[in-house]
């Protein structure tokens, strides 16, 4: 079991800036791939970005590619979503993801699946001026 905490939610004007955090177990840094996904009310889940290979690899879905960044920090054992430019469709629970997947393509598929084995609780972010 792999047990994943998201923070960092809130409230933002539209055009602001939020920095989601995921706390992990460290081993999940070396050898998971891990996501950020997200899903508004009456909405399907979204994958959104993953990273992979000890933070070497990093990918993006489209609707978020040049707003967002997906980074983590090993000594600190946190995973981070940066998200500027936030616009009212941003709106969502968002939630932190891991597993096993053994190589980069298999991570973006799953990524756009929505299919990975362990989640973190959430965490609300709402924007709205």
């Known amino acids: 079991q792999v047990q994943l905490v998201e923070s960092g939610g809130g409230s933002v004007q539209p055009g602001g800036s939020l920095r989601l955090s995921c706390s992990a177990p460290a081993y999940t840094y070396s050898s998971y791939c891990m996501g950020w996904f997200r899903q508004a009310p009456g909405k399907e889940r979204e994958g959104l970005a993953i990273?992979?290979?000890?933070?070497?690899?990093?990918d993006y879905a489209d609707s978020v590619r040049g707003r967002f960044t997906i980074s983590r920090d090993n000594a600190e054992n946190t995973l981070y979503l940066q998200m500027n430019s936030l616009k009212p469709e941003d709106t969502a629970m968002y939630y932190c993801?891991?597993?096993?997947?053994?190589?980069?393509?298999?991570?973006?598929?799953?990524?756009?699946?929505?299919?990975?084995?362990?989640w973190g609780q959430g965490t609300q972010v709402t924007v709205s001026s």
């Open positions: 993801a891991a597993d096993s997947w053994t190589n980069m393509g298999d991570c973006y598929a799953h990524l756009l699946r929505t299919d990975f084995g362990y």
């Open positions: 990273i992979y290979a000890g933070g070497r690899m990093t």
